[in-house]
């Protein structure tokens, strides 16, 4: 640090000069903390002792010239030594004396004596007074230092604005040094902008003797800054204001990470209001919760509502109570995570659906803390509802075309059962026609009638199942039952087309939950698929291969796979796109609607070809959860 050339200038003769140009003590004696180069006045005042000592020694002048040595003290003192001021006040004294003893005889003049006794007297006395000065010095300086330690800038300045006191903390907040500001008017030094007109701030100052309020100021290198600053009115003795300390703190950071963090909360709102989702945070087993502002405008509380799960729960929808209640439970103990899907009830009557996803974050002697998020997610639900409307109009709609193409194998599926019931109705009024009527045949007759009554009326069934209009009803059953079920009501087509059908169905039978009709549409599309892409072939084998295989522990997969045309390769992307078809009369809705069925189950469909030729068509879903391993 370089040092600062300025006068030293002791502590009590220390004055500063206000605007009204009466002299008056300054607020803070301006005081250096650093010290000075001591050689120059230890140099004068040596030269200045031996000059006097001469004058003093070798001269006839008849003065009291030892009285210079009072100056040599003072020069010495200068240096702040307290050791150099005491040495040099004895060492000017032993010289007085010297000098007196060397210029005359010593009962020559009482008037010479008087003066070196004058001499002496002089000496002592500008010694004690500046060991004492500097003794006061010292302490100031120390407490000089202290201010220094602290990293507030501390700034006094008197009734005029002008800098008495500038510390180290000053010095790296604005960028002067000491010696560069004070003298200065603080505020033009350093461009402050204040927050109301400076009379307000004056006149609260000299009615409380404090202020304190943020300032804009500009450092020496022109960097604007952002001051937290605390004002405290001094007074003289006698109640006259002199100066004012001021501590200073540089808050730009933390003003800009505060508008930063602000910022931030706002995008964070903005973005949980655009996505309809709040956070919140759970403490169990008090029930007590944080909501964000989204959160209390998906549950339709005022702000000021303290929020717990007991409103969460006023606000359920009646039917969803009891699943709310459970998980409930399950956070009491302390579940890991929950994610779970309910409706809310909001006093105008409407209906939300919300989702709620949460995790433990703290765990401790049974006290557990959540934090998650909760979605309003009433516009996703109300849209895949009515995708799956349209997905069941849809499906509908080609169950229908699809039993149109059936039409022919449907009508001889139930009038063969029809006709065996006519022959055997025959039949049995034969048997009792008899002038020995034959009890036991006509029974049996009878018999096969009741069966082939029945037979006809399944078939009926299910092909007003498939012909009805229903929306999607989930139910555990037995896939290779579905699959079968499937086959016979093609069975008749295949046979037209002279296909020769082999089955292959895992044991045990595999457990789905799903739609029945739905899954009965995929499958029967796939074998008419089948039958098609085998009707044009000639010259070899119409074969399809039926197989269910438990692919892993939680899926079933049914593989259609036929020896017809196969699949080109530039289709392969398109099949299970709308509309795509390459037959003359096709739709192209068909695997459209598989596609949208299967993955409606949370499974997946896609067609392979076969090295060996023809089209392998499978389809992969989920395994009802109890029957899973
Ligand atoms: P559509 O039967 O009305 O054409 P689909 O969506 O059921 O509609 O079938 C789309 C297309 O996929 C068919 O036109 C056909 O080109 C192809 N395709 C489907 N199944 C097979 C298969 N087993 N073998 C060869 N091509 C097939």
Redesign the pocket.
């Known amino acids: 640090m370089p040092l600062v050339r300025r006068p030293r200038v002791p502590l009590i003769f220390a004055w500063a000069t206000n605007a009204s140009g009466a002299n008056r003590p300054s607020a803070f004696p301006p005081i250096d903390p650093r010290r000075g180069d001591s050689r120059p006045p230890l140099l004068a005042a040596a030269a200045l002792a031996l000059a006097v000592f001469l004058i003093d020694a070798f001269t006839p002048l008849d003065i009291a010239i030892a009285v210079l040595y009072v100056i040599v003290v003072l020069l010495v003192a200068s240096t702040e030594s307290r050791s150099a001021t005491r040495f040099a006040g004895v060492a000017c004294a032993v010289l007085t004396v010297v000098g007196f003893l060397l210029s005359r005889d010593v009962n020559e003049s009482a008037a010479s004596l008087a003066r070196c006794v004058f001499s002496l007297l002089a000496i002592a006395t500008t010694t004690v007074l500046t060991l004492r000065n500097l003794a006061s010095t010292a302490r100031l300086r120390g407490q000089v230092q202290m201010l220094n330690l602290t990293h507030d800038a501390i700034v006094v300045y008197d009734m005029n604005d002008v800098i008495t006191f500038w510390n180290q903390g000053a010095e790296d907040v604005y960028g002067w040094t000491a010696s560069e500001a004070i003298g200065k008017s603080f505020h033009r030094l350093t461009q402050t902008r204040f927050p109301i007109p400076l009379a307000e701030i004056q006149a609260e100052l000299l009615r409380t003797g404090r202020w304190d309020g943020e300032l804009h100021r500009v450092r020496r290198d022109g960097a604007g800054i952002v001051i937290s600053s605390r004002w405290a009115l001094w007074r003289d003795p006698a109640g006259t204001p002199i100066g004012v300390l001021a501590t200073n703190n540089d808050i730009t950071e933390r003003q800009r990470a505060k508008a930063a963090l602000a910022k931030s909360e706002a995008f964070l709102a903005e973005a949980q209001c655009l996505s309809k989702t709040g956070s919140i945070e759970l403490h169990l087993p008090e029930g007590n919760m944080v909501w964000s502002d989204e959160a209390y405008r998906i549950l339709g509380y005022a702000r000021d509502v303290l929020p717990n799960t007991g409103h969460v729960l006023a606000r359920t929808h009646p039917e969803d109570v009891d699943l709310v209640l459970a998980v409930r439970g399950k956070t009491r103990a302390g579940e890991p995570g929950i994610d779970v899907s309910h409706r809310l009830l909001m006093p105008d009557g409407t209906v939300k659906h919300v989702r709620l996803v949460a995790r433990v974050v703290s765990a401790k002697d049974g006290h557990f803390e959540y934090v998650g998020a909760l979605m309003d997610i009433t516009d996703a639900v109300l849209t895949q509802q009515a995708l799956q409307r349209s997905l069941a109009e849809l499906a509908h709609v080609t169950r229908v075309t699809t039993l149109g193409e059936l039409a022919a194998s449907i009508a001889h599926e139930v009038t063969q059962p029809i006709s065996a019931i006519v022959t055997c109705g025959d039949s049995a009024l034969r048997w009792l026609n008899r002038p020995q009527p034959d009890l036991e045949e006509a029974t049996l007759s009878i018999g096969q009638m009741i069966r082939d009554a029945k037979r006809s009326s399944e078939i009926i069934s299910r092909i007003r199942s498939m012909a009805r209009k229903h929306d999607p009803s989930f139910a555990a059953m037995n896939f290779n039952a579905l699959v079968e079920e499937a086959i016979e009501l093609v069975g008749r087509e295949l046979q037209e087309h002279r296909v020769e059908v082999f089955v292959d169905l895992c044991v045990p039978a595999p457990v789905i939950n799903g739609d029945r009709v739905q899954l009965q549409q995929v499958v029967v ?2 074998l ?3 039958a ?2 085998m009707s044009g072939i000639t010259g070899r084998r119409r074969q399809l291969w039926i197989s269910t295989t438990a692919s892993d522990t939680k899926h079933v997969t049914l593989a ?1 796979k ?1 020896s ?5 390769e530039e ?1 392969a992307e398109r ?2 796109t709308a509309f ?4 003359a009369d ?9 596609r949208s069925i299967v993955e409606a189950h949370g499974g997946r469909i896609w ?1 392979d070809s076969p090295p060996e030729g ?2 392998l ?1 499978q389809l992969a879903l989920p395994l009802h959860e109890e029957s899973q391993p």
Request: proline share 0%.
């Open positions: 599309n796939l008419i698929n089948a098609q892409a259609v036929d017809g045309h196969g699949i080109r289709d099949l299970f795509f078809t390459t037959k096709g739709m192209g809705m068909g695997l459209s609607i598989c067609a023809g089209a068509l």
